[in-house]
């Protein structure tokens, strides 16, 4: 099955058009994760939204009804990104796609070591020690810049590495991002700003699955 990621502005155009493909939609359903439309020859679309619940859950309806679909996803979110990895970490806060605030950084961590020995362990070592104060230090900045804005944020994303996140989220000062972290890791390259400033490319798309799949 084919995915297409849109974002909140092209929505709309992207549904229309594939109802008129279709022949016109004949029923919506709405649910707090995904709206599925079924058009008048059988075809239907999935829509995952971002940062689900929908406020709207309206059940089946007949007809075409996008809009709870793109109230949801034009929503101006106040959404909390992490970026870590062992090289660097990134923390910022967006309000829709304006960046209101960020910590950028970076630590020397060394890459394995191929050697045996007793050189490899110290080499390993010290890498263990760089990682520790590289995640640390990803740690208090996602702490300063996050925990400001903590009341206003309603989503959190995460990307990067799986396991320096984990290691990071683990903090007690942080356990707070979990119950609002989305389930989705952007995997992105290293942590600068100008990574940071275009997530919202990513985390702000609404995930559409056509079934059966058809050219868009």
């Known amino acids: 099955m084919s995915t297409y990621d849109v974002p909140p502005e092209r929505l709309e155009r992207w549904l229309v058009r594939w109802a008129e493909q279709h022949g016109a939609v004949e029923r919506t359903e709405v649910h707090a994760g995904r709206v599925t439309f079924v058009a008048a020859d059988g075809a239907e679309v999935d829509c995952d939204?971002?940062?689900?619940p929908l406020r709207a859950q309206g059940g089946v309806r007949e007809g075409f009804h996008p809009g709870p679909l793109l109230e949801h996803a034009a929503r101006p979110w106040v959404v909390g990104v992490l970026l870590v990895r062992l090289g660097g970490h990134a923390a910022g806060v967006f309000s829709g796609r304006r960046l209101v605030a960020s910590k950028v950084g970076s630590r020397l961590v060394h890459g394995r070591h191929s050697a045996g020995g007793s050189s490899q362990k110290r080499f390993e070592r010290r890498r263990e020690g760089q990682a520790r104060v590289a995640l640390d230090a990803a740690t208090e900045n996602a702490v300063r810049v996050l925990g400001e804005h903590r009341r206003d944020i309603e989503a959190i994303v995460l990307g990067g590495d799986r396991r320096?996140?984990?290691?990071?989220?683990?903090?007690?000062?942080?356990?707070?991002?979990?119950?609002?972290?989305?389930?989705?890791?952007?995997?992105?390259?290293?942590?600068?700003?100008?990574?940071?400033?275009?997530?919202?490319?990513?985390?702000?798309?609404?995930?559409?699955?056509?079934?059966?799949?058809?050219?868009?």
């Open 49 to 52: 939204p971002p940062f689900p």
């Open 164 to 216: 320096a996140l984990a290691t990071v989220i683990e903090s007690p000062r942080l356990r707070w991002l979990a119950p609002l972290a989305s389930d989705r890791v952007l995997d992105v390259p290293d942590p600068r700003l100008a990574v940071l400033r275009a997530t919202p490319d990513a985390f702000l798309t609404t995930v559409l699955r056509p079934r059966p799949d058809s050219p868009q």
